[in-house]
C-alpha cells in the first residue's frame, strides 16, 4: 500500500505526515485519501485524518511542534491545518474516532458513521494496514458506489442521499441498485440549504459528458428526492416548451444545462454559474404561461412562482453576495439579440457584462429547444458556428481595448523628438505607432532606456525621415 502513496502523495506531504505521525500520531488516512491512493491519484483540496487522541491534546502538541492548527465555528470535532504555499491538499484536517453511545471510539466504528464503501477506508500511516471492514476496495475495483449501512446511513443524515448521487457523478461509477432506490426516495429534511447548495454545486461543476452521467442526473432530478430538493424546476414538468412542442419546459432546461460542459478557465463566469443561470432560465422564463396553467385547473399559484422565484431561490440557498449579483446580471441580459453588433459587444464590455458566458448561455439554451430529428446537428452546427463568432468578435474587442495607447509610452513625443532631433511631422505618429506595437508585445519593454534603444534602432533603417 506504501507504494501507492509514494505514486500518488508528493514528497513534502510524505514528510508531513511523517511528522504528524510523530507528534500526535498513531494517524490514518480516511476517505478521498485512501480512495485516490488506491487508484494512484493525486490527492483532494482536503487530507483527512483520524487520530486517537483528543483535538485539545493534539492542539496543544501541534502548537508545541511549531504548527498552527485552527478551529472553525460550525465544526467543533475537526482540527483543521492550512498549509501555505501547495496546491493540493490545501489542508490537513485532523479528526477523533467517531462511534455509537454504546461502543468505544476506534478505526472501525468511525467507518460506520461515513456514507459510502468507498469512502469508508483507512490506512494507517506510514505502512498500513488498510482498514477495509465495508469492502470498499472491492466497490473501488468494480467501479460501484453503496452506501456503509443502507437505510441507516441515510436515516443518520439525508443529504447522504445527494451524496450518493454526487459520487456516483463525480467518480462515474454504477450506483448500487437498492441503495439507488433509497436514496432516490429520501426527502431532504431537515438538511439546511447552504449544505444542499454546496453539494448541488460539486454535481453542477462536474463535466457529465458521458451518457451514463447524463442519465443519471436526469434521474436524479426527476426522482422523490430532486422534486423536494428543487420543487420550482419539477413543475416545468407540464409545460409544454414553446420553442418545441414536442418537449416540456423541464426537458429543454436539463439538456441546456447538459449542453454546457467545459468552460475556459479564463473566461468570467464558471460552468457552475452558467448551469445555475440555465436552470433559472425555465423556472422563471414562463411565468406568464405556468399562470395561466394554473388559473383554468382551478388551483392558486404557487407563491414560488412569483417573478421573483429567481431571486428567492438564490436567497434560500444561501447564495453568497457575489454569487447572486453576478447570475441576476446574466439573467437580465438574456433578452438580447443572438446576434449582436461590434457597437452592441463593445457597450456591454464597458458595462462589464460577462459577454462569453452570456452566449454561451443562449447557445446552450437555443440547442435545446431543436427537435430531436435529422436536421438536429446541422442546426447545432449552426447555432455553434454563430457562438464561436461572436466568442472570436469578443477576444479581438477585448485585446483592442487592452491594447497600449501613445499617451501610454514611457516616452513623450517631445523626448521622441529629443532623440531623433528633427522637426515634427507625419514621421513622429508612425513611430509612436511602431513603439505601441512593440511594447503591446511584451508591457516589460515599456521603459524609456529600452524604447531609446528601439528609436535609434529605428533611425539606422531609415533612408529619410
Given at each position: 500500500m506504501s507504494i501507492y502513496f509514494n505514486n500518488s502523495l508528493p514528497q513534502f506531504l510524505q514528510t508531513l505526515l511523517d511528522d504528524l505521525n510523530h507528534i500526535i500520531g498513531p494517524i490514518y488516512l480516511v476517505g478521498g485519501a485512501v480512495r485516490n491512493g488506491l487508484q494512484n491519484k493525486p490527492p483532494t483540496n482536503d487530507l483527512n485524518i483520524l487520530v486517537a487522541r483528543s483535538l485539545?491534546?493534539?492542539?496543544?502538541?501541534?502548537?508545541?511542534?511549531?504548527?498552527?492548527?485552527?478551529?472553525?465555528?460550525?465544526r467543533h470535532n475537526v482540527l483543521?491545518?492550512?498549509?501555505?504555499?501547495?496546491?493540493?491538499?490545501?489542508?490537513?484536517?485532523?479528526?477523533?474516532?467517531?462511534?455509537?453511545?454504546?461502543?468505544?471510539?476506534?478505526?472501525?466504528e468511525d467507518l460506520l458513521q461515513r456514507d459510502i464503501t468507498v469512502n469508508a477506508m483507512a490506512y494507517q500511516w506510514?505502512?498500513?494496514?488498510?482498514?477495509?471492514?465495508?469492502?470498499?476496495?472491492?466497490?473501488?475495483?468494480?467501479?460501484?458506489?453503496?452506501?456503509?449501512?443502507?437505510?441507516?446511513?441515510?436515516?443518520?443524515?439525508?443529504?447522504?442521499?445527494?451524496?450518493?448521487?454526487?459520487?456516483?457523478?463525480?467518480?462515474?461509477?454504477?450506483?448500487?441498485?437498492?441503495?439507488?432506490?433509497?436514496?432516490?426516495?429520501?426527502?431532504?429534511?431537515?438538511?439546511?440549504?447552504?449544505?444542499?447548495?454546496?453539494?448541488?454545486?460539486?454535481i453542477l461543476s462536474f463535466p457529465l459528458r458521458t451518457d451514463p452521467d447524463r442519465k443519471l442526473f436526469r434521474y436524479m432530478l426527476n426522482t422523490t428526492m430532486g422534486k423536494h430538493l428543487l420543487?420550482?424546476?419539477?413543475?416545468?414538468?407540464?409545460?409544454i416548451d414553446s420553442g418545441n412542442t414536442t418537449q416540456?419546459?423541464?426537458?429543454?432546461?436539463?439538456?441546456?444545462?447538459?449542453?454546457?460542459?467545459?468552460?475556459?478557465?479564463?473566461?468570467?463566469?464558471?460552468?457552475?454559474?452558467?448551469?445555475?443561470?440555465?436552470?433559472?432560465?425555465?423556472?422563471?422564463?414562463?411565468?406568464?404561461?405556468?399562470?395561466q396553467l394554473f388559473s383554468s385547473a382551478g388551483l392558486k399559484t404557487p407563491q414560488e412562482e412569483s417573478p421573483v422565484c429567481c431571486k428567492h431561490i438564490l436567497e434560500s440557498f444561501c447564495f453568497s453576495k457575489r454569487r447572486h449579483?453576478?447570475?441576476?446580471?446574466?439573467?437580465?441580459?438574456?433578452?438580447?439579440?443572438?446576434?449582436?453588433?461590434?457597437?452592441?459587444?463593445?457597450?456591454?464590455?464597458?458595462?462589464?457584462t460577462p459577454l462569453e458566458g452570456l452566449y454561451r448561455l443562449n447557445c446552450a439554451w437555443s440547442k435545446a429547444g431543436l427537435p430531436v430529428d435529422n436536421h438536429e446537428q446541422t442546426n447545432q452546427l449552426e447555432i455553434e458556428a454563430q457562438l464561436q463568432e461572436i466568442l472570436a468578435t469578443c477576444k479581438s474587442i477585448r485585446?483592442?481595448?487592452?491594447?497600449?495607447?501613445?499617451?501610454?509610452?514611457?516616452?513623450?513625443?517631445?523626448?521622441?523628438?529629443?532623440?531623433?532631433?528633427?522637426?515634427?511631422?507625419?514621421?513622429?505618429?508612425?513611430?509612436?505607432?511602431?513603439?505601441?506595437?512593440?511594447?503591446?508585445?511584451?508591457?516589460?519593454?515599456?521603459?524609456?532606456e529600452i524604447l531609446e534603444k528601439k528609436i535609434q534602432k529605428w533611425i539606422l533603417e531609415q533612408e529619410a525621415i
Open positions: 485539545a491534546e493534539c492542539k496543544m502538541l501541534l502548537k508545541e511542534s511549531g504548527y498552527s492548527p485552527t478551529t472553525a465555528t460550525t483543521f491545518l492550512p498549509l501555505k504555499g501547495c496546491e493540493k491538499p490545501k489542508t490537513v484536517e485532523i479528526s477523533t474516532f467517531r462511534h455509537r453511545p454504546d461502543q468505544k471510539p476506534s478505526v472501525e506510514p505502512n498500513g494496514p488498510i482498514i477495509d471492514p465495508f469492502n470498499g476496495q472491492e466497490d473501488l475495483n468494480n467501479r460501484r458506489i453503496k452506501l456503509v449501512n443502507g437505510a441507516k446511513t441515510l436515516a443518520d443524515d439525508p443529504l447522504r442521499a445527494l451524496r450518493f448521487f454526487r459520487f456516483a457523478l463525480q467518480l462515474s461509477f454504477r450506483p448500487e441498485s437498492y441503495d439507488l432506490a433509497r436514496s432516490s426516495e429520501t426527502i431532504l429534511h431537515d438538511v439546511t440549504p447552504d449544505r444542499l447548495r454546496v453539494e448541488l454545486d460539486r420543487p420550482q424546476l419539477d413543475q416545468l414538468k407540464i409545460i416540456t419546459l423541464w426537458e429543454r432546461t436539463i439538456r441546456a444545462v447538459l449542453n454546457l460542459s467545459s468552460i475556459p478557465s479564463n473566461e468570467e463566469l464558471s460552468l457552475l454559474d452558467l448551469r445555475w443561470a440555465a436552470l433559472f432560465i425555465g423556472i422563471s422564463s414562463t411565468y406568464g404561461e405556468r399562470e449579483k453576478r447570475i441576476s446580471n446574466l439573467l437580465h441580459h438574456l433578452s438580447l439579440d443572438s446576434t449582436p453588433s461590434d457597437r452592441v459587444l463593445k457597450r456591454l464590455l464597458n458595462d462589464a485585446k483592442a481595448k487592452l491594447r497600449p495607447r501613445t499617451n501610454d509610452l514611457a516616452l513623450s513625443g517631445g523626448e521622441i523628438l529629443n532623440i531623433v532631433r528633427k522637426p515634427p511631422g507625419p514621421w513622429l505618429g508612425k513611430l509612436q505607432y511602431l513603439l505601441v506595437d512593440f511594447i503591446n508585445e511584451d508591457q516589460g519593454r515599456n521603459r524609456a
